[in-house]
């Protein structure tokens, strides 16, 4: 039998396709990622994002029998059990199924590849699902549902390698976040907290064991809400005073609900504190000309050169409207 595994969208190796093969590796399938024979007897496609939908959806033109799942496709659907329970399959992705996708920036090939390798080698998982908040932009309460425990930190362990990435929704919220992080501690592995930390939740106990584990990135958390404003600076401050700032990194989510005015000052906020800002978009695949490039000016770091209002194609942009709307008149 041969089973064909798409991952349409993703940056780092999709758990919901590396179980996929092992279960279908046990029952004695030959295993294509991504280049998947027109003839494979059965077809599996992981869509992360709702914008690669409509793109996806063109290979049932080629696969006529393609399963999808993913956050993008349908927040609820599952894994069958028995796949589910299966342990990632570690020998899935190779450096060039990674490479492409981490290729931006101005490391050298070398370090990318290097950046690859740890990647596809690193232990991957969940030790809690859910989360005790219901933002209203986040997918996560209706896909996950209540926080609850599903495995523990060695079950995450893939034994090629020390880095581990946890994909816990809210491992701030975790009444073991501590018991956690000593263990990743003591086990001497590198940890990529990859969805970041709730800041509103940090204690000094948390902040401690944080700061004593191997980060493979930033310790990242957002201020998403203004309403949540002194409890952010009051965590802040508690990291900051374990971990150092440079470590940080501060997500700000800009069109939800937030004016503009407001968005500079949570940028200059957190800039005042010595946080480095990066700053998503509401809605990716379209932001506002404004929004798009104030993404630019603070994540290309061109607001320690110049004022937003200089950045040159904020400049372009207005100068374009303008153009534009004396055309209309
Ligand atoms: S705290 Fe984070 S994971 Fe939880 S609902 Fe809010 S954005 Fe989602």
């Not at 007897?41 to 799942?69: H, M």
């Not at 930190?153 to 990435?165: A, H, Q």
């Not at 204690?203 to 980060?215: G, N, R």
């Amino acid at each position: 039998m041969k089973v064909g595994l798409i991952d349409f969208d993703g940056k780092i190796p999709n758990l919901a396709l590396m179980k996929l093969s092992t279960y279908y590796k046990q029952h004695g399938a030959e295993i294509f990622l991504n280049n998947v024979p027109k003839d494979a007897d059965k077809v599996f496609c992981s869509v992360l994002f709702t914008w690669s939908k409509r793109k996806a959806e063109q290979l049932q033109q080629v696969y006529p029998n393609i399963e999808y799942g993913g956050t993008g496709w349908d927040i609820h659907k599952r894994l069958p059990a028995e796949v589910e329970n299966c342990n990632p399959d570690y020998e899935l992705y190779m450096i060039e199924d990674i490479l492409p996708r981490i290729n931006g920036g101005i490391a050298s090939k070398e370090s990318k590849v290097k950046k690859a390798q740890t990647i596809i080698d690193a232990g991957i998982g969940f030790t809690s699902r859910g989360c005790v908040r219901k933002c209203g932009f986040c997918f996560v309460p209706p896909k996950e549902g209540e926080f609850r425990q599903v495995a523990t930190i060695e079950d995450l362990i893939n034994p090629e390698s020390n880095v581990v990435i946890l994909l816990d929704n809210n491992i701030t919220a975790d009444p073991l976040a501590v018991d956690k992080l000593h263990e990743i501690r003591d086990r001497g592995l590198v940890v990529d907290i990859s969805q970041g930390i709730d800041v509103r939740l940090i204690t000094p106990e948390i902040a401690q064991a944080l700061s004593e584990v191997k980060h493979l990135r930033s310790i990242h958390y957002a201020w998403d809400l203004m309403g949540f404003e002194k409890q952010i600076i009051e965590g802040i401050n508690i990291l900051s005073e374990r971990a150092k700032k440079w470590r940080h990194m501060c997500f700000m989510l800009i069109g939800y609900n937030t004016t503009f005015e407001e968005d500079m000052y949570r940028y200059r906020k957190l800039t005042e504190l010595g946080i480095k800002p990066y700053v998503m978009p509401y809605n990716k695949q379209y932001p506002s000309k404004k929004h798009h490039c104030f993404a630019g000016w603070i994540n290309g770091r061109y607001h320690t050169v110049c004022e937003f209002e200089e950045y040159e194609p904020w400049v372009k942009a207005q100068r374009e409207c303008s153009e534009q709307i004396s055309m209309v008149i």
